[in-house]
C-alpha cells in the first residue's frame, strides 16, 4: 500500500510527524512502526508531566495520539459501509492516563457481521501486537440498545461515545433512536447512578480517609466528579459542563473547585500510573513516596514530604465530597422532587423544614443573624428525623463561613450554641462531622481545621487525625448504648457513672489537637484544651480536668502495654499520678476509646485484658488509700498459701511445694497467679524426666488477664530458651505478647508466654492445634544448642515501606535492680528471635520481656542483667549492645525492603 493511499488523520498533533510516519507504515514492518511510535509518544508525554505542563493538555492531547494510531490502524483493512470505530467510557471524553484502558466499541450492521469477521480477528490482533491495553465490544445497534436499556453502565458509556473512524451515521443512528426510545429518563438515570454511588462508597466504608485511598472510586475520588457531570449533563441535555453556566446548576466557586479538583487528581492518577507502570488507581504506600517526591514536596521539623501530600489529597477530596452532596441534593430536588408537592413546617423565624430536610427561612439569615451558622446543627441534634440540610441552604452557609472570625468565637451566644451539641450524644458524630464537611467545625475551632486531612505516614494510625478524633467521640458514645454492655463491659459501666458526659466528650474531641506542631501533642493539645475551657466558660474544674485527660491521654496504654502490672509498685505509681476514681474512670473510658479509634486491629482481647487488669487494680489501691501501699512479702505469702491450699487437693503435701519453689525468685511470687503456680508445681512435681522441657498451654487462667493463650516451660538453658521459643512461635505465625522469664538456682528457666494468632486471638481450645504446637516447641527446645532455627515468614508488603531506623533506650531501673532496654523499630519476622540472639552474644541475661506492637513498629521492653545477675555498669558495653541490636535489625529491615 502507497502512503498517498492512506487516509490522513486531520486534526492536528504538533509533537507528531505524520508524514514520516506514514511512509515508515509502507516501508517497515508495521507492527514495529505502531510499537515504536507508541514508545516515543509515551516517553515525551512522561517528560512533559515531569516538567510540570497542564495535565488537561496532556490527557487530551494522549487521547488524540491514541485517535490517529487507530486511524491509521483501521486503515490496514479494508471496511465495507455500515462499521464504525467508536471511542467510549473515559476515552470517548477525551481523558487518557498512561495505563488507563482504551474502551473501544465496533458498530456494525448486522448485515455485514459476516462479511467483517476476518477483519475484526486481525484488527485485534493487531491493536494486542502493539501493545495497546484495549477493552472492546463489537455490537450492532440495536443490541447496543438493548443492553444499554438493562445497564447503566453502558447507557452511561453510550452517552460519551464518539466516532474515532469508520461510518459515521451509525453513531447518529444509535444516537437518534436512543431518543426516541428514551433510555433512562433523567429520574430513573438519576436514581440509577445515585445508587451505584452509594454502593461504590459502602465498599469504601464511605470514608475519603482510607490508607491506601483509591483515587478513581473511593468518595471524593474521580468518579465523584464524573457522577456529578453524567446527571447534569444527562439532565441539563448538553455535551460538557462549561454549558451549564449560567444556568444555575453550580457557582463560579463550585465550577473551580471542579475543575482544580479534577486536575489535581488527574495529575496524581498521571503520576501514579506513571510510577507503578500499570493501571493503579491505589495510592500505595510506596507510591506516594515516589509522587511527593515527584511533586516537589520536602520533609520539614514537623511533617514529612509524604504527609503534606496526603494532607492535601485528603482536604481536597473531602472539599470535592462536599461538593457532590451539595450539587446532588440540587439534581435530587430538581429532578426526583420535580412537580412533587411539599410540606413546609416553620422551625423558628430563621429555619424551617421542608419535608425531611432543614433550610433557611430567607436567604438574608446567615448575614443577618451570624449565631444561625452554629444554630442550624443545634436544631438538626435537637430533631434527628431532619435528614439533611437543602443544597441551597448548604450554599449559603458557605458564602457567609467567612462570618466566623476571632469576635464570633467570643460571643457568648455562640459559645452555648456549641457546648449545647454535646449533649446530645447520640447524633453528636454525625453533627460533627456535618460541620466539618461544610467547614464549619474548622472555623470555629481553628486548632481543629489545622489538623483536618492531616494523615500521619504509619500503620498504627491508620485515619487522619480529624477522622481519628471524630471515631473516638463516636465510640465514647456508643459505650453509653446498651449493645456496649456486652462488647465492653467496663467501659459501658464506667460511661454510666461519670457525672457529666460532655467533659469526657470534649476532652476526646481535643486529644490529638496538637498533632503536626512539632513537640508533645499531648502537651500542645492540653494547652489548647484548657484555652477551649476557659473561653467558653467552663467551670475551673472541669477545665482542669478536660486538659489533664488530654496531657495524660497516652498515659494508660503505655502503663498497660510496657510496665509490669503484676508488680504492686507500678499500681501504686499509676494511682499517684491518677489521683482518684473520678479521674481513673475519665481516663479510662477515653484510653478504650482511643485505641479502638486508632486502628481496630489494635484493639484485641489481650489488650483489653490489660487495660482491665490495670484499671480493677488501681480501683483497688485507690479505695486501699494512697498511703497504705501493698506490703510485697504479705503479697507472696498470701499467693503461696492460695497454691498449697489449692493442691492440697489433689495430695500434694506443703513440702512438696516448698521443694519446688525454694530456688525461684520471689518475682515468681509477685507476678504469677495463685492458679498459674499451683498449674506449674504440679506439673514440675509429676513430670518423668525432669531433664526434658516441660512445656504447657492453656487459655489464661487469670480473670483480668484473659484473652491471651499462655504456655508455660521450663527447661535447661536459660539464656537460650527465650531465643528459641521466639523463633519457634514466629515459625507458627504466633505474635507474643507477653513474656515472663524466671531463673532458678538449679539452672532451671520458668518461662511464661502469652500469645495470639494472626488473627489477634487466641488459639482455642482444639487438643489437635495444641497438641501440634506442643510438639513444635518440643522438637524446637530439643534441638536448641544446634544452629538456630531462621523464620521463613515473608515481610507484609505494607511492612516494606516503612523503613524507619531502630532506636534504643537504655537505663538502669533502682526499684528492680536490672537495666531496662527498649527497642523502637520497624515490625519484621523473626525479630524477638534476632534480639535475644544478641543478648546470647553479649552473655546477657534476660530476666522480663513487655511486648508492644503498634501498626507497622515494636516498642519492646528488656529487663536485662549480666552474667552475675547485676545491671550493666559499663557505659562501653551499653553503647556496643545498642549499634548491634541496631546493625542486626535494620540490616534485617533492608532486606525485607529489597535495599
Not at 472539599?319 to 457532590?324: D, G, I, K, V
Not at 456486652?486 to 459501666?493: K, R
Request: proline share 4%; aromatic share 10%.
Amino acid at each position: 500500500m502507497a502512503a498517498d493511499s492512506l487516509p490522513y488523520f486531520t486534526r492536528p498533533l504538533f509533537f507528531f510527524d505524520q508524514t514520516r510516519f506514514r511512509q515508515a507504515l509502507v516501508s517497515q514492518p508495521v507492527i514495529g512502526v505502531f510499537k515504536d511510535a507508541i514508545t516515543a509518544a509515551n516517553a515525551q508525554f512522561d517528560v512533559r508531566f515531569k516538567e510540570g505542563e497542564d495535565i488537561r493538555a496532556l490527557i487530551h492531547e494522549r487521547a488524540l495520539f491514541i485517535d490517529c494510531i487507530l486511524h491509521y490502524v483501521w486503515h490496514q483493512f479494508d471496511w465495507p459501509e455500515g462499521i464504525s470505530l467508536e471511542a467510549v467510557g473515559g476515552y470517548g471524553r477525551c481523558e487518557l492516563h498512561p495505563h488507563s484502558d482504551i474502551d473501544l466499541l465496533i458498530l456494525l450492521n448486522e448485515s455485514i457481521e459476516a462479511e467483517c469477521k476476518d477483519n475484526l480477528e486481525q484488527l485485534l490482533t493487531l491493536l494486542w501486537d502493539i501493545g495497546l491495553e484495549i477493552g472492546h465490544s463489537v455490537r450492532t445497534i440495536e443490541q447496543c440498545l438493548q443492553i444499554a436499556a438493562e445497564d447503566i453502565t453502558v447507557g452511561t458509556n453510550l452517552m460519551e461515545s464518539r466516532t474515532l473512524v469508520g461510518d459515521s451515521k451509525m453513531r447518529a443512528t444509535l444516537e437518534k433512536l436512543s431518543q426516541e426510545r428514551n433510555l433512562w429518563p433523567a429520574d430513573e438515570f438519576f436514581k440509577a447512578k445515585f445508587d451505584e454511588q452509594n454502593a461504590r462508597h459502602q465498599k469504601y466504608k464511605n470514608s475519603e480517609y482510607n490508607l491506601e485511598p483509591n483515587i478513581k472510586n473511593a468518595p471524593g475520588g474521580l468518579r465523584d466528579i464524573q457522577m456529578i457531570g453524567w446527571v447534569a449533563k444527562r439532565y441539563f441535555a448538553v455535551k460538557t459542563l462549561k454549558q451549564l453556566d449560567g444556568k444555575g446548576f453550580f457557582t463560579e466557586e463550585e465550577f473551580s473547585l471542579l475543575q482544580n479538583g479534577e486536575e489535581f487528581l488527574w495529575r496524581v492518577r498521571y503520576g501514579l500510573h506513571m510510577v507503578a507502570g500499570r493501571p493503579e488507581e491505589r495510592l500505595l504506600f510506596d507510591h506516594q513516596r515516589q509522587l511527593a517526591q515527584l511533586f516537589g514536596y520536602k520533609d520539614n521539623d514537623e511533617n514529612l514530604a509524604v504527609e503534606q501530600f496526603m494532607h492535601h489529597y485528603y482536604r481536597l477530596v473531602m472539599s470535592l465530597r462536599e461538593l457532590n452532596d451539595v450539587l446532588l441534593q440540587f439534581l435530587y430536588e430538581a429532578i426526583l422532587q420535580k412537580g412533587v408537592k411539599k410540606t413546609v413546617t416553620p422551625i423558628n423565624e430563621r429555619f424551617q423544614r421542608r419535608d425531611d430536610y432543614i433550610e433557611v427561612s430567607h436567604i438574608y439569615v446567615f448575614e443577618e443573624s451570624p449565631s444561625a451558622l452554629l444554630e442550624i446543627f443545634v436544631l438538626m441534634a435537637q430533631n434527628p428525623s431532619i435528614r439533611g440540610v437543602r443544597a441551597s441552604t448548604i450554599r449559603l452557609m458557605r458564602e457567609n463561613r467567612y462570618l466566623i472570625d476571632e469576635n464570633y468565637r467570643l460571643k457568648p451566644e455562640n459559645q452555648q450554641l456549641f457546648l449545647q451539641l454535646f449533649s446530645y450524644p447520640e447524633d453528636l458524630v454525625e453533627i460533627l462531622k456535618r460541620m466539618s464537611r461544610y467547614g464549619v467545625l474548622g472555623l470555629y475551632l481553628p486548632e481543629f481545621g489545622r489538623v483536618t486531612g492531616q494523615m500521619q505516614h504509619d500503620l498504627f494510625h491508620i485515619y487522619t487525625v480529624d477522622a481519628h478524633t471524630l471515631l473516638l467521640v463516636q465510640n465514647l458514645c456508643n459505650f453509653l448504648q446498651p449493645q456496649a454492655k456486652e462488647d465492653y463491659p467496663v467501659a459501658w459501666h464506667v460511661m454510666r457513672r461519670l457525672p457529666k458526659v460532655e467533659t469526657v466528650l470534649m476532652a476526646g474531641l481535643y486529644h490529638d489537637i496538637g498533632k503536626g506542631r512539632g513537640g508533645d501533642h499531648s502537651e500542645l493539645g492540653a494547652v489548647d484544651a484548657r484555652e477551649f475551657g476557659e473561653r467558653h466558660n467552663l467551670s475551673p474544674r472541669e477545665t482542669r480536668l478536660i486538659s489533664w485527660l488530654v496531657e495524660k491521654h497516652l498515659l494508660m496504654s503505655a502503663v498497660s502495654q510496657k510496665q509490669d502490672i503484676s508488680d504492686p509498685d507500678v499500681i501504686h505509681n499509676f494511682a499517684l499520678i491518677v489521683g482518684d476514681q473520678l479521674h481513673l474512670d475519665y481516663l479510662y473510658a477515653l484510653t478504650v476509646a482511643d485505641v479502638n479509634a486508632t486502628n481496630p486491629d489494635l484493639w484485641n482481647t489481650w489488650r483489653a485484658s490489660l487495660m482491665r487488669t490495670l484499671y480493677l487494680e488501681t480501683k483497688r489501691a485507690l479505695r486501699r488509700g494512697l498511703e497504705n501501699p501493698i506490703d510485697k512479702q504479705d503479697w507472696i505469702e498470701e499467693t503461696q498459701e492460695g497454691a498449697i491450699s489449692r493442691l492440697s487437693r489433689h495430695d500434694i503435701s506443703a513440702e512438696q511445694c516448698r521443694s519446688v519453689w525454694e530456688d525461684v525468685d520471689d518475682d515468681y511470687f509477685l507476678r504469677e497467679s495463685m492458679l498459674d503456680i499451683a498449674w506449674h508445681t504440679e506439673a514440675i512435681l509429676m513430670q518423668e524426666n525432669p531433664a526434658k522441657p516441660l512445656i504447657l498451654i492453656q487459655e489464661t487462667s487469670s480473670r483480668e488477664l484473659e484473652g491471651a493463650t499462655q504456655i508455660f516451660v521450663r527447661c535447661k538453658g536459660r539464656d537460650k530458651v527465650f531465643a528459641t521459643m521466639a523463633a519457634a512461635l514466629d515459625q507458627l505465625n504466633l505474635s507474643v505478647q507477653d513474656a515472663r522469664i524466671y531463673s532458678s538456682k538449679s539452672g532451671f528457666t520458668l518461662d511464661t508466654f502469652f500469645v495470639l494468632n494472626q488473627d489477634g486471638e487466641p488459639l482455642g481450645t482444639d487438643p489437635a492445634v495444641l497438641q501440634r504446637l506442643h510438639k513444635h516447641l518440643t522438637t524446637e527446645l530439643e534441638q536448641m544448642d544446634e544452629a538456630p532455627s531462621t523464620c521463613s515468614r515473608r515481610t507484609p508488603r505494607r511492612l516494606k515501606h516503612f523503613t524507619m531506623p531502630t532506636r534504643t533506650i537504655i537505663r538502669n531501673d533502682i526499684a528492680s535492680g536490672y537495666t531496662l532496654l527498649e527497642v523502637i523499630s520497624p515490625d519484621r519476622p523473626g525479630l524477638l528471635a534476632c534480639i535475644s540472639g544478641v543478648f546470647i552474644q553479649f552473655d546477657l541475661h534476660l530476666q522480663n520481656a513487655k511486648i508492644a506492637t503498634l501498626g507497622e513498629r515494636v516498642e519492646d521492653i528488656f529487663y536485662i542483667t549480666d552474667n552475675q545477675e547485676q545491671p550493666l555498669a559499663d557505659p562501653e558495653l551499653c553503647q556496643r549492645l545498642q549499634e548491634e541490636i541496631c546493625r542486626q535489625l535494620d540490616d534485617r529491615v533492608d532486606q525485607a525492603a529489597g535495599y
